[in-house]
Nanobody, 121 residues
Framework: QVQLVESGGGLVQPGGSLRLSCAVS????????MGWYRQAPGKQRDLVATITSGDSTDYADSVKGRFTISRDNAKNTVYLQMNSLKSEDTAVYYC???????????????WGKGTLVTVSS
């Protein structure tokens, strides 16, 4: 019973900052990657940032230099620090975990329900 619970979304003015958190619970054989995706109205869900078990990171070009992904393995939590927010960042942000389930070690993708970030003046 894996659950990903996002928090930290809300309304912020352009140029402002928010930090999203995703608390992960449940059983895994391993977690290979954690990250954030976002989906704006009428758009597909796109990668924002990911971090692997080896601590390598990947960012969408549109957020590079403004957003920072991090994790706390002891707390099973992944964060997204968002600075210099733009109206184009408005979207529902979804937490993601890629790993292996504990029984058969099958590769699985897990998604949170999403948290809304609105950047507007």
């Amino acid at each position: 019973q894996v659950q990903l619970v996002e928090s930290g979304g809300g309304l912020v003015q352009p140029g402002g900052s928010l930090r999203l958190s995703c608390a992960v619970s449940g059983s895994f054989f391993s977690i290979n990657a954690m990250g954030w995706y976002r989906q704006a109205p009428g758009k597909q869900r796109d990668l924002v940032a990911t971090i692997t078990s080896g601590d390598s990171t990947d960012y969408a070009d549109s957020v590079k230099g403004r957003f920072t992904i991090s994790r706390d393995n002891a707390k099973n939590t992944v964060y997204l620090q968002m600075n210099s927010l733009k109206s184009e960042d408005t979207a529902v942000y979804y937490c993601y975990v890629g790993g292996r389930e504990p029984v058969y070690r099958r590769r699985m993708d897990y998604w949170g329900k999403g948290t809304l970030v609105t950047v507007s003046s």
